[in-house]
T-cell receptor, first 115, second 110 residues
Framework: EAQVTQNPRYLITVTGKKLTVTCSQN?????MSWYRQDPGLGLRQIYY???????DKGDVPEGYKVSRKEKRNFPLILESPSPNQTSLYFC??????????????FGPGTRLTVT | GQNIDQPTEMTATEGAIVQINCTYQ??????LFWYQQHAGEAPTFLSY????GLEEKGRFSSFLSRSKGYSYLLLKELQMKDSASYLC???????????FGKGTRLSVIA
């Protein structure tokens, strides 16, 4: 089954404790992206990757890191989480945007709470 | 810059038709997408428009006017399960990420 998986689905942590949210897709997609979603603000892009070893900042990259060492995986790293990073996080993947019509497939989401 | 506007909330009656509008201002245009998102769940793809006109898919249709920077999503024969947020997203140039509007929360009432 074609899918994007994220782990963990739910996480409660404390300020300053490094954490990683994993994202994996099995569709051989070049493009992967991380979003956060907050009430009233909609989906905002954190980072994206056009292919292996190619990453770029989205609209709200501060406090986050990513890496793309393999095509299927795109982990999101919070080196020192803070309460304002409490949010619902989505990973998404798609074929290369340059290939015209394509839709982004979203993972199930990770609900993160930082106390 | 990029700007995408949609109404924040709408309410409609079961069995009726509802139109959700989206206006956008981007430096270029390379496609407009509509997604559905139920509360607490991931967005799922509904439709894609890149040329002017209407795209129909079952109870859902999407319209695009590039000259007006305008799109709408039309939902017919509304069902209770259509209660969700509907997200409009635009790509302004090739090889650039999608930009999402804040979404329209639709409530379907009996």
């Amino acid at each position: 089954e074609a899918q994007v998986t994220q782990n963990p689905r739910y996480l409660i942590t404390v300020t300053g404790k490094k954490l990683t949210v994993t994202c994996s897709q099995n569709m051989n997609h070049e493009y992967m992206s991380w979003y956060r979603q907050d009430p009233g603000l909609g989906l905002r892009q954190i980072y994206y990757s056009m292919n292996v070893e190619v990453t770029d900042k989205g609209d709200v990259p501060e406090g986050y890191k990513v890496s793309r060492k393999e095509k299927r995986n795109f982990p999101l790293i919070l080196e020192s989480p803070s309460p304002n990073q409490t949010s619902l996080y989505f990973c998404a993947s798609s074929l290369s945007p340059g290939q015209g019509k394509y839709e982004q497939y979203f993972g199930p989401g990770t609900r993160l709470t930082v106390t | 810059g990029q700007n995408i506007d949609q109404p924040t909330e709408m309410t409609a009656t079961e069995g009726a038709i509802v139109q959700i509008n989206c206006t956008y201002q981007t430096s270029g245009f390379n496609g407009l997408f509509w997604y559905q998102q139920h509360a607490g769940e991931a967005p799922t793809f509904l439709s894609y428009n890149v040329l002017d006109g209407l795209e129909e898919k079952g109870r859902f249709s999407s319209f695009l006017s590039r000259s007006k920077g305008y799109s709408y999503l039309l939902l017919k024969e509304l069902q209770m399960k259509d209660s969700a947020s509907y997200l409009c997203a635009v790509r302004d140039l090739r090889n650039t990420p999608l930009v999402f509007g804040k979404g329209t929360r639709l409530s379907v009432i009996a």
